[in-house]
C-alpha cells in the first residue's frame, strides 16, 4: 500500500488533483481509494472513501469552540490527531494498492503543527510519498520558484519521506513558461543566471544564497507538469511514485 500524499499552497489545486489522479487510475484499472483530511472543504470535486469530515468538521469546531475561522483550522488539524486510529483501520479495510490524500488549504497546518506529521507516521511513513504542487503562477519568476523550492525543501526536512515535484494547472502556462520552469527545476545553474541578470538587489543576492543551500541540499529533482482539468501528467505522476517504491514495476490490474 502506497500512501500518496498533495501538498502545497492554497488553492494550487491539491483537491482538483486527488479528483484527477484517482479517476486517471480508475481508468488504468489500479486500485485506488481517496482520503479527504480536509475539514474546511465545502466541495470536493471527488466523492471520499474516506473523510475526516466523519469526525471533524470546521464550522462545528468554530460553533463548539467559539472560535473564527483561523482558529478553528488549528484546533480542527490538532482534533485530527485523535481520530487517526480508528481512520488508520477504515482506511486498512479497504485493502488498496494506493490512498491519495488531499490535505487541508491551509498547507503550513499539516506541515508544521504535530498532527501532520503524527498522521504520516501512524499511516506508515515508509509507505508514504508526498506530491509537492509548486503554484504555476508563483513559479513563472526565478525568486517566486525559489520561494517554493524552500517551501519544498521545509516539508521534506520535516517529514522525511521521498518526494515529487509537481507543477499542477500547466495549462494556465504557455509551452515557453512551461519549459523554463522545467528547466529550472533540473539546472539550477540556469536560474541562477536568470537571478544574475536582473538588477542587483537584496532580493536577487537572497535568492542566489537560498540557491546556493538548496544545492548542497540536493533539491534539483525534475518537476512534472500536470493539468487536472486536462488530464495531463497523471501517468508521470505514477511512473514516477512506483520508480521511487518498486524500480517502475508496474501494479497489477485487477
Ligand atoms: N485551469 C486549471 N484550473 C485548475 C486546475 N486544477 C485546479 N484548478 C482550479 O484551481 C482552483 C483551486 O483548485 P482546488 O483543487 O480546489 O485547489 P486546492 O489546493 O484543493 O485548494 P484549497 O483546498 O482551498 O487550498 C479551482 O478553481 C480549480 O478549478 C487545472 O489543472 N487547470
Ligand atoms: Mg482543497
Redesign the pocket.
Known amino acids: 500500500m502506497i500512501n500518496l500524499y498533495f501538498i502545497?499552497s492554497?488553492?494550487?489545486?491539491?483537491?482538483?488533483?486527488t479528483n484527477a489522479f484517482f479517476g486517471w487510475m480508475e481508468n488504468q484499472r489500479y486500485d485506488a481509494i481517496t482520503v479527504n483530511l480536509?475539514p474546511g472543504?465545502e466541495k470536493a470535486?471527488y466523492v471520499p472513501d474516506v473523510d475526516i469530515r466523519d469526525w471533524v468538521k470546521l464550522d462545528e469546531v468554530m460553533e463548539e469552540y467559539d472560535v473564527g475561522p483561523n482558529g478553528a483550522q488549528v484546533l480542527a488539524s490538532d482534533l485530527i490527531a485523535l481520530n487517526i486510529d480508528e481512520m488508520k483501520e477504515i482506511i486498512d479495510s479497504f485493502d488498496s494498492d494506493y490512498v491519495i490524500f488531499?490535505t487541508?488549504?491551509q498547507m503550513e497546518l499539516f506541515v508544521l503543527r504535530q498532527s501532520g506529521k503524527f498522521l504520516i507516521d501512524t499511516l506508515g511513513a515508509d509507505q508514504s510519498i508526498i506530491g509537492f504542487l509548486y503554484d504555476p503562477v508563483i513559479s513563472k519568476t526565478p525568486s517566486g520558484f525559489i520561494s517554493l523550492m524552500l517551501q519544498a525543501a521545509s516539508v521534506q526536512v520535516r517529514f522525511n519521506v521521498p518526494f515529487i515535484n509537481i507543477l499542477?494547472?500547466s495549462?494556465?502556462l504557455t509551452e515557453d513558461e512551461r519549459n523554463r520552469i522545467m528547466n529550472w527545476s533540473m539546472n539550477m545553474a540556469d536560474l541562477e543566471d536568470e537571478i544574475h541578470n536582473e538588477a542587483p538587489s537584496m532580493q536577487s543576492q537572497l535568492s542566489i544564497e537560498f540557491l546556493s543551500a538548496l544545492k548542497s541540499f540536493g533539491a534539483n529533482q525534475n518537476i512534472i507538469p500536470a493539468?487536472?482539468?486536462y488530464g495531463s501528467g497523471m501517468e508521470g505522476i505514477y511512473n514516477t511514485v512506483q520508480q521511487i517504491y518498486f524500480g517502475g514495476e508496474d501494479l497489477r490490474r485487477d
Open positions: 502545497g492554497a488553492g494550487s489545486g491539491k483537491s482538483s488533483l480536509d472543504i470535486p488531499d487541508p488549504g499542477p494547472k495549462d494556465l493539468s487536472s482539468t
